[in-house]
């Protein structure tokens, strides 16, 4: 690719993957709300607001791929959401639209499924449970990517990203970690398949607890490497086991099941 | 029910649902954005706009039940959209939580699954696919549903609306009509069964024509009487029969799937 | 058929069903543990214990068809269960395998599965969840003619009941009701068919609210004619809807699910 | 239409529907191998050959649709098969595209699937089980139609026929009695809808006894009105039941399970 | 765990088991019918007839976890299964129930469907097909094991296992064979996850023939190591091959499905 | 086995595999339409075709195992493929009925699902959808081996080859490739199974992208081992990239789509 954009660079997600995916373009747009490390070699940083329809058109303007971590990603309030993760998002595909329909890689959650219990395995099309206002944000995205791609061609791959960290840090985490490795592989495959379409994948390494079937996906031709396995015993050894009535041991969405609705 | 309240009462539905709701309880209480016919005996008319959260929770305060039929229901632009439908909703559910979770008829549509095709049967977990931004916002409108009763335990019908109108007036309405008494009968079902959830349930009469199962929702004891069938003849006669390669040939959401982004 | 055996014929479905059943055969062989009404106009009448093998073997012999209501019907101690209902299949099957392998209408019950809840519509084989001691011995019973069938050919028809009685008395029989006629028509499919195998069919009429789906069932050529709608009203006027949270409006066994078990 | 296609004309199917289709077209052009009935008014009567493609393509020259009926319809030699039901049918899609894609309704059979059992109810994707040589060449017709639809558009209505005949004689037609105005009504509707597709339909009428679920097809609108139930009494009358190991009963294709390799 | 009871300790599994389960409490209490090996180090042998209720409670009184080997393990008569499998297993349960509900490792088996044949993959919720008493007295148990979870909370892995042996001696062995070593990895899997439910697992290694799909029990993160695929030489040279006729080459449950009733 | 016969041994699959079944039989007889590679040692060379019925009996007597390769491979003319894949399958199984039922193993193609797009993961039992006369022609085949599985116990392992070549040379082969190795170890699996009966089985590597799910055919014991992953930097340096539009981009049936109707 000629030029990259990376929503949401200043985040915990943007600063695991800025130089991860600095193969991937000739030049890589980097943009946050708030501030991010200065512009590298191959980099633009520019500051700006995914509410503001026109930034948002100028970021995408001379980008043939995208890669969507931009937004809140936990519990907040609905004036915070909306903003970013309802019109934010709106935004974004108008600007895909006016712009050549560049490949989007949206990040999407596992809080839109949080309300299945963790022994259940999904598949792509079990029905969405969302657990708050994020996750709900998360499944206006999704449609708002399908509507795109139906009436417009946009291919977005829609990842379902279970716990992108450098490693898995509590029990829960040793079913859903996304190692970045997988992550940028992954990332890799949705750019290189002659056609995406706007599949959901969930975003998942090889881990041996498995609660999300991965199968529908295989036709890009993404197979995770990492797992979980190899950090079980520092896991446990660095926390106690949840108790089996507490949301991290019932639901796949873990403690943001409990999260209170945010009024500010 | 002592209160019910009937939002959208000035549109189509509302006004063709009225009369026919007014023995659901003993007061029955009107609101919209716009203008309304004058009160009646045993109602209450309200003016107030879905996006003024104090003025959604005044409108809920009393209530025992609630129809949702407001908000915008065709393709309008994202703002009109954001305003009624997804602000507005999030603003119904918070109001309901704040006054003991009243039951909720909510009105959503035939258009979050509108790119299916017209030779596929859905039952009501197959995949979303919207078909423009105001079936987009009904992903959102069932989202919100789905996680305020995973989370608070608020029971919601979820009513996919096929084509409610005195009668069918083209070819495709011969699939989607839904007729009026058989809304009021569902509407009666859901106030009246000892639990609901949170059921998906698609509003449509018994028409010959069938893109939709119903199956899921027996639980709650509703089965629709009226088919369009009565009115094919005139259907007929009235329209030409549109083009095998017209969008209201081949996608459920017909036209609706051609609309363009409204960009004011 | 020359000679029918009616076991049960002492409990509420033998009672109900004894007349309804007399055209069925030649001969109408009744047997209970308890007291029977007096014989009548073809009718032999003969008390026994199910937990008694010789007396089972006895039973069986000479007869070409049997409809097995006999042993435990509601929550017992498991002692008690244990002779009519483990015990006494064994017994039963035993016996028909040593008298020509005779067909057997096998009166199960909705217990089986009675703890899915009733927003849910099952098919023949979901799971089992057996409500109790009394759900777990005709769980047992049905895999008891399960093998019988694919070893040695006895059919069975697995009739699981919902509510077989006069009228349906309360909210949840509404959607459980099985009319006595609906259940004699159902018979008759069972002992006419040419081939019936070993099916597991739901016995109920044809309800508004419907939890079970027969339509695996519908080789056999049988549909209910009656349905609960005609008792809504005395229902409802005679009972105080229960609420949400009761067992009876949660889950499929109704109040079945709240019994202890039974230590004595 | 103006002009309406029948093949097989002097066959079983081709007799009982002649007069039944004439108010669907202008024209009827009737054609088969052997002789017909003189012409009507109306009708125009070609004695040709389907394996003949120049004579092929002259039949369907100047039609706006095709019933096709033509070909063996019972297990017959490999050859006899082979030049009506193989080459006759490409001879037909060839003719078809050559002449404006006219729509056909193409007589398939049970007997694609006859080897199911007949205690499993199919829906029109569980895989076909061919029953003789005829069965295996009703699976070639519907790949081919299902090739000539991916490819070129041409739409098909695949009617698998059960037993299309004045009324059912025998045990097993009590399932698979296809009344002839059931079958009027189901090309009615397949002329009319605006698109058709190349949809799977099970030819049976709305029997007791139900192999075939054919709710994929409802998008179609049409609804079968007959049951073989009033002849019930006849036909148990007339007919001995078959023995529960006959083919007859356990095979939905009866007794031409039983039939040899024609070797002539 | 402080004490896990292990019943069956003197059978085939109990044996094999004994040390290799020894890491698992700080005390290991063993109890069989018949006579065990004597006591070693950290363990109590304690010997007792499981359907002696008050015996069962003493051995479940202080345990915290329950490995259940115990019972009839081949086609025995339904007396002695009936006393061991069925009486047993209720004594066990509540014997749990009065002491705290340790967590239960229950060994049921292949045979609850051993009359599916060789060439399907049935998932854990296919139909139960039993091929003898005691594969009809393992449905009860699992049946059992369902309603104390949905009743009272009490958590049982169904361990369906194929043929746990140290290694596959014939041709059925190679798809059926469960290593000792993958049965360790396994209740260790089951102690240790926060929430267990009351899953069925298939109880089999990774081998390459594969009758049985694991994939719904992988959220507790159990995944086998061993094949048997390096016995394939060894068991080929051993054994001749089975006709494919025989029971061994078609059903699933092997030479079981031929075994009679055992009448004593 | 004694003596296996090849079909097609002079097309490219023959050729690749000619040496590597060596080792399967005491003789390995080999037959084309067209001149072969001369004899070698256990080889016997024999010219036929196979539209010739007596010449497919000769070649079919005294083998114990059947490998067809013959036949057209490539979209060509009805004529053509009527002689070779028609007639020739019929010719290849009344053969092997008259001569004691050798196993056969039935080279069938992707093609008979060619339309499906490359975004859905297939089973075995997915509609059919060919995208040729020649796909049209292998759902023939299919449904031959079927039908005389069913009706004389014939036993056929139903092989959709992908991509049978040395390597993968263009993108859509890194999906589709079937190793020659891979191939050999399959057909070793489907003579050694004590019982095959007649399995459609995905012919294709362990690749990354994944189109066809082989799970059902697990029962059989084989793995492919190879993966086309070592060669995707090989393939991406030669060709371009499909467009996303592309039939080889689209389709699963790749360029075959595209293909018009050979008329000659």
Redesign the interface.
């Known amino acids: 690719m000629k030029r990259l954009l990376i929503t949401g660079a200043a985040g915990g997600l943007g600063r695991l993957m800025r130089t991860r995916l600095a193969h991937m373009a000739d030049t890589i747009r980097l943009t946050d709300l708030t501030e991010m490390e200065p512009e590298g070699d191959g980099e633009e940083v520019v500051q700006a607001n995914l509410a503001d329809e026109a930034a948002v058109h100028d970021l995408v303007q001379g980008c043939d791929g995208i890669v969507h971590f931009g937004g809140v990603s936990v519990e907040r309030s ?1 004036d915070l959401i ?1 903003d970013a993760n ?2 934010g998002v ?1 935004n974004l595909y ?1 600007a895909a ?1 006016a712009n050549g329909h560049p490949r989007i890689v949206f990040a999407t959650s596992n809080h ?1 499924v949080g ?1 299945h219990t ?4 999904l598949s792509a ?9 994020y ?2 944000s998360k ?2 995205g ?3 990517a ?2 795109y791609h ?2 417009f061609g946009q ?1 977005t791959a829609l990842v379902r990203i279970g716990s992108c960290f450098p490693e898995p840090i509590n ?1 829960r985490m ?2 859903t970690w996304f190692s970045p490795d997988d992550f940028v592989s992954l990332i890799e495959c949705c750019f290189r398949a ?4 706007c ?1 959901i994948i969930w975003g998942v390494s090889d ?5 999300w ?1 991965n ?2 996906a ?6 995770p490497k990492d797992s979980s396995a190899r950090f079980r015993d520092k896991v446990e050894a660095a926390n106690e ?4 009535d ?1 949301p ?3 639901y796949q969405g873990g403690a943001f ?1 409990a999260d209170p ?1 945010h009024r500010d």
């Open positions: 609905f909306s309802l019109r709106y108008e639209r839109v309300f963790q022994d259940r395995r099309h079990d029905p969405m449970k969302p657990d708050g206002l996750g709900v499944c206006f999704e449609a708002m399908s509507m139906s009436k291919e029990h040793l079913a002659p056609r995406l379409g599949p881990n041996d607890e498995q609660w079937d199968s529908a295989r036709y890009l031709g993404w197979r086991r949840p108790s089996a507490a991290d041991s019932v099941t609705i």
